[in-house]
């Protein structure tokens, strides 16, 4: 169960991250008057605050001031002192601004960058805490390891438990396992089994040996709390002993008294205090902490005074800690506290270690240089880069403060009397930025619409916080709240998705056309806060760096890489794709976008249901995601972002509570079981004042039939838009792409209307990325499956998985034929499953026909003997199977088929 501080308050009024820490006493000379108790109490409070927005891409503590000084006051050292220590650093004014209004003081935090330090770029810790819990060994003392050094520590174990296959070794393993020489003191005290009193034993302290005396009082207390931090010190380095009942300065033993412990009670608590011990292992054994504990007798006079006791541990293959590590983050408005595994996990957070990914990808976020919760973000290499959609989208001019998109300002000024008079009131004042139009930032912010909102703008202009207006045509009882939550998820997406490392707030402003509402509201509580100059953009550097933060927030999506590499991975969209994603949704119910083979069409299709999602205020049931095959439905119905059924089944059944449908892949659906596309205009026109959305995704080119599609001519798909710019495949992939499709439109089958294939003439090819392109012909069947186990042995080599491959086929007949010689062949490399193409998120090669794989992808493709019954359609197969392949494409022709 997560552990939430309620001592600490998250305001819910604010645009930002606002922690109320209640009453604190502030200025050095206050803090000195007060009770310890009270000061660490109230610096408890204070530092939690801090670590949890750090954590959390950063916000404001408020705090209620208990003195009555009328003239502004420090913070006092302590509470200074402990911010440094949780940053570690001597400038506080790395993370933390103050100021002090009235009875409330602010502390204004910026939220925490690893980049911050770069003289140290080895060990960055993604994260901050107060107590790392992790202890080592140091001499004679145990040492508590602060962040970095926490760091560096699991570091260096998951280095030697996954990359050097090592086990924990040192000198005191062969203390504890081995038959030491009688000679050796340690050996012989700790084979005894009763000790006497007041006797000293002939050896000191060491870095393996701790002397503890025990308490006076509650001896099992005493015992529970010293454990934890004196084993996993020992754990952590290279093992030891803590022998408790021995004098550290004298080494007497003198044991504790009989009265006050109990034998069989001290063991039983010292194991079950050890095996609580929170643990995270790096290795595959899993294996539990070794101790042993043994109570000695304590002797007087040949009578039983009492007991010691002398635990031993080895050296722990992973990482122990004392208790869970102190670190706190805000989720869903409450300060909780990470689990040990959730602390270690963020601290070790680092980008994917992917050769090839390096190689056909370009980093846009790494997480090196991210704050806590950013992922990492790649382009492919050959698109265009943040800095570059920034410039093309979001230009920022010398000199001048200008409107866009200009086509949205110049219609909602025409259809707004008096819009461009109230927004050119606002931004008088600014002489340098940009103002960015939407209908909805909500709605680009994956909230939901307010339909009260004209539409929302955001100013990013130089000498101010970035500013957004939310313009209603009269007062509502609601806006406020809307624009407030607006402006908080964009600031919390600047920084924990964006990867904004700066000082950054978002004021907000509620405006007013109508004239009998007052023409602009409160500014409402952001402006309660007075933030320091440093949250003002000084300069184009911190405009474009914003800006270009915005672009990851807008144009990001979760890339297919992300179920292949095991974490969350962002690609972002073209600057096409955004355009189009962009439109007005209520002015643009039925769409046909036409794309090429690897444009990202798919993509696009996910990305504007949850768009439908947000505007329409819709439920996953009351959206119809339609495609040809079985395995492409899946996968999209694995998103939970929709209802997904193939047109067989659209056809078969009624959808009543269905508003608004995608179709994909629209080219390989046939009329045989009727009217599909009718079918789903009377679906989404079934609301007569309120059409739901039906856009339509094809790409002729990847046709695989020759029967009628049931699409509508060519002249009726309008309004239209293309995607021309191939973004999926490799240099040597798409130079086969291209040879293929111009045979398609030299020599297309009868079923493709003629002008849809002109789009062609407009392709753009992203050609950097190197890949491999083999095509080999007459080859008997036992040599196409050696080919493809032999192959597969070198990639899995170099570090590709089962997940990365896919052995595609004509039909669905031809998997058996081919499979049982696969099989054969893969077993000499040790690997025997595979999959077909509806079980795409599993670790296994997917054997399956091109048809089955349409609209899904993989990095390494075998295409085997892509025959086709009609010959009109090979080019077009052969497209299909060319398209499906990011990386490697490997066409495998046989003989006597």
Not at 291 to 296: E, N, R, Y
Not at 362 to 380: I, N
Not at 454 to 474: G, Q
Not at 839 to 859: K, T
Request: glycine share 4%.
């Amino acid at each position: 169960m997560e552990e939430h501080n309620s001592s600490l308050v998250v305001e819910s009024s604010y645009p930002d991250l606002v922690i109320n820490v209640g009453k604190v006493t502030l200025g050095e000379r206050n803090r000195k008057k007060l009770q310890k108790i009270q000061r660490e109490q109230e610096k408890t409070k204070v530092i939690t605050a801090a670590c949890a927005l750090l954590n959390s891409g950063g916000g404001v503590i408020q705090l209620e001031m208990t003195n009555n000084d009328e003239h502004p006051v420090e913070m006092g050292q302590d509470l200074e002192e402990s911010l440094r220590t949780l940053i570690l650093s001597s400038n506080l004014q790395d993370f933390f601004k103050t100021k002090q209004q009235g009875r409330c003081y602010y502390i204004f935090v910026k939220s925490w960058s690893s980049d911050t330090f770069p003289e140290d770029s080895s060990f960055k810790p993604r994260i901050c805490s107060l107590n790392s819990s992790l202890y080592c060994r140091s001499g004679t003392s145990v040492h508590l390891m602060n962040s970095r050094e926490a760091f560096k520590f699991l570091k260096t174990k998951k280095i030697n438990a996954e990359v050097l296959g090592k086990e924990p070794f040192g000198k005191v393993v062969k203390v504890i396992t081995q038959d030491l020489h009688n000679s050796d003191p340690t050996y012989l005290v700790f084979q005894k089994d009763q000790l006497e009193y007041g006797e000293i034993v002939p050896f000191p302290e060491s870095e393996f040996i701790e002397f503890k005396q025990f308490s006076t009082k509650r001896i099992l207390e005493y015992v529970k709390n010293i454990i934890p931090v004196y084993i996993t010190a020992f754990a952590n380095t290279e093992g030891g002993y803590l022998c408790i009942g021995v004098d550290d300065r004298s080494k007497k033993v003198l044991g504790c008294a009989k009265e006050k412990v109990d034998h069989d009670s001290l063991k039983k608590k010292i194991e079950n205090t050890i095996y609580k011990l929170p643990c995270v292992h790096f290795c595959q054994s899993q294996r539990q902490i070794d101790f042993t504990v043994k109570i000695l007798d304590v002797l007087a006079g040949g009578e039983l005074y009492g007991y010691a006791c002398v635990i031993g541990v080895k050296p722990f293959c992973g990482a122990l800690f004392s208790e869970t590590p102190c670190s706190w983050m805000v989720k869903d408005k409450h300060i909780c506290k990470l689990t040990t595994q959730e602390w270690v996990s963020m601290v070790m957070d680092t980008d994917p270690d992917f050769t090839w990914l390096c190689k056909d990808f370009e980093s846009q976020l790494s997480l090196s240089s991210g704050p806590p919760l950013s992922r990492p973000v790649y382009s492919k290499k050959g698109l265009e880069h943040k800095k570059d959609l920034q410039q093309l989208l979001f230009p920022v001019l010398p000199g001048r403060l200008q409107c866009t998109p200009k086509s949205l300002w110049k219609e909602l000024c025409s259809q707004n009397e008096g819009l461009e008079e109230l927004i050119n009131m606002q931004i008088y004042p600014f002489s340098q930025g940009i103002l960015i139009l939407s209908r909805s930032w909500a709605v680009d912010l994956n909230l939901k619409e307010k339909q009260a909102v004209l539409c929302d703008a955001l100013l990013i202009a130089w000498n101010s916080p970035p500013i957004l207006y939310t313009i209603l045509r009269e007062q509502d009882a609601d806006e406020q709240s809307y624009c407030t939550s607006t402006a908080f998820t964009l600031k919390q997406k600047l920084v924990n998705l964006g990867g904004y490392s700066g000082n950054v707030c978002v004021i907000t402003k509620v405006l007013h056309l109508s004239p009998e509402s007052n023409a602009e509201s409160s500014e409402g509580a952001a402006s309660l806060i007075d933030y320091p100059r440093s949250y003002y953009i000084a300069n184009t550097q911190q405009m474009e760096a914003l800006l270009q933060s915005l672009v990851i927030v807008l144009l990001g999506f979760r890339s297919f890489l992300s179920d292949q590499l095991g974490c969350e991975v962002l690609n972002l969209l073209t600057a096409k794709q955004y355009e189009i994603f962009s439109k007005n949704l209520r002015k643009n119910k039925e769409l046909f976008i036409h794309g090429l083979p690897g444009s990202g069409k798919t993509i696009m299709a996910m990305k504007i249901m949850e768009k439908i999602r947000n505007m329409f205020h819709c439920e996953a049931n009351e959206i119809l995601y339609i495609c040809e095959n079985e395995p492409l439905r899946k996968f999209i119905s694995d998103k939970k972002i929709c209802q997904a059924v193939t047109r067989k089944s659209f056809m078969k059944n009624d959808f009543k509570k269905i508003q608004h449908i995608i179709i994909d892949e629209a080219q390989n659906f046939r009329s045989e079981d009727g009217d599909w596309y009718g079918k789903a205009k009377t679906i989404t026109q079934r609301d007569k004042d309120c059409p739901g959305i039906l856009w339509i995704f094809l790409d002729y080119f990847q046709t695989n039939h020759v029967e009628c599609s049931g699409l509508p001519a060519l002249s009726a798909q309008f309004p239209r838009e293309e995607l021309t710019r191939v973004v999926r495949n490799a240099y040597q992939i798409t130079e086969y792409l291209q040879r293929v499709l111009q045979e398609v439109r030299k020599n297309p089958p009868p079923n493709i209307p003629l002008g849809s294939l002109q789009m062609l003439l407009e392709a753009e090819w992203a050609q950097v990325v190197e890949g491999t392109l083999n095509i080999e012909e007459n080859l008997p069947l036992h040599k196409i499956a050696t080919y493809v186990a032999d192959t597969c042995k070198l990639l899995f080599e170099r570090g590709y998985s089962p997940k990365d491959i896919a052995v595609l086929v004509s039909t669905a007949r031809d998997v058996e034929r081919y499979k049982t010689e696969l099989l054969r062949a893969m077993r000499k490399i040790k690997v025997v499953h595979f999959t077909n193409a509806s079980n795409m998120s599993g670790d296994y090669i997917v054997l399956d026909s091109v048809r089955r794989f349409s609209g899904l992808e993989r990095n390494i493709v075998f295409g085997i003997h892509p025959k086709t019954v009609e010959p009109a359609i090979l080019y077009n197969i052969l497209v299909c199977l060319a398209s499906r392949a990011n990386q490697q494409l490997h066409i495998l022709w046989h003989r006597d088929v």
